[in-house]
């Protein structure tokens, strides 16, 4: 499997993202391509995960198209040929798509079904997550009693996303567009997470991000409910008050909380078996819920 770390296509490029890079093609299309770069905690790492790049782009794309009742999103469905070469078609073929230009929204819409990760974090300390306030004695990766829409704000490569509240969301981008990226995303994820667990898989938490198009429109953008954006549990695994068998790069990111690492660049060399793992990961996921 061809590994895939940066790209180098003859058009210019717009952003070298974490994961993604994103190239201009005209005034209305942008071409992405996921490369098998591996971010956690913000901080991006010089040991590709192969292969992770053809994963991510198969199960968005599976995702994009399976909500479309529900939202519009980025997809063009335009071939690769219209705007590449065949030689730059072999760098990026299963990872490349073209998309809408749109307008991004200035927050990521994070929605959690259960409590785990820096919400859990968050309630040991405080009782809340994200300061909403939750019942007592909630266990570790228990299923909230409803599910929260816990917004935040985007951070460049290399920063920190920050948490916000629904007020700073309004703020930010005005009431009715606040409480619609609210309840399109509520809608997501229990759409994603009904059908996933048909599938004995859990959806803990995920994120989406928004941006408008030309018509003022929301639309779903950059990438949905995949390992990186999301946390796969195994339902027949699943067992409250422990940290459950998960399908993401959890693996990498429960290494990286055995180190003596501050999370800051420069990142720490990843052993080839964590890299191993997490790519099967990544690959069996999709076999469960792509087919």
């Excluded at 040991?47 to 968005?60: D, M, N, R």
């Excluded at 429109?217 to 409250?240: A, N």
């Amino acid at each position: 499997m061809q590994t895939l770390f940066k790209t180098s296509l003859n058009l210019p490029l717009i952003q070298k993202g974490k994961v993604r890079d994103i190239y201009d093609i005209d005034k209305n299309r942008m071409l992405i391509v996921a490369t098998d770069r591996l971010s956690a905690f913000d901080v991006v790492f010089n040991e590709p995960i192969s292969g992770k790049g053809l994963v991510l782009t198969e199960i968005a794309n599976f995702w994009f198209k399976k909500t479309s009742h529900i939202i519009s999103n980025q997809l063009t469905n335009e071939s690769l040929d219209s705007v590449l070469t065949l030689e730059e078609i072999k760098q990026v073929n299963g990872r490349a798509i073209i998309v809408k230009k749109l307008k991004p929204l200035p927050i990521e819409a994070i929605v959690r079904g259960y409590i785990i990760g820096s919400g859990w974090r968050d309630y040991q300390q405080t009782g809340t997550v994200c300061g909403i306030k939750l019942p007592k004695n909630l266990q570790l990766a228990e299923k909230l009693p409803e599910t929260l829409y816990t917004p935040s704000s985007k951070a460049n490569v290399g920063k920190h996303d920050q948490n916000i509240n629904f007020e700073t969301t309004v703020r930010l981008i005005g009431q009715n567009m606040a409480q619609q990226v609210k309840d399109v995303s509520l809608a997501l994820y229990q759409f994603a997470a009904d059908y996933a667990l048909e599938r004995s898989i859990i959806i803990a938490d995920t994120k989406f991000e928004f941006g408008l198009d030309k018509e003022g429109e929301l639309t779903l953008m950059d990438e949905i409910l995949t390992p990186d954006s999301s946390r796969f549990w195994s339902k027949d695994d699943y067992k409250i008050g422990i940290s459950p068998k998960s399908f993401d790069k959890q693996i990498v990111r429960d290494y990286l909380e055995t180190l003596d690492w501050d999370k800051t660049p420069p990142a720490p060399i990843l052993p080839d078996s964590i890299v191993q793992r997490a790519i099967k990961q990544y690959q069996q996921i999709q076999q469960i819920l792509c087919g």
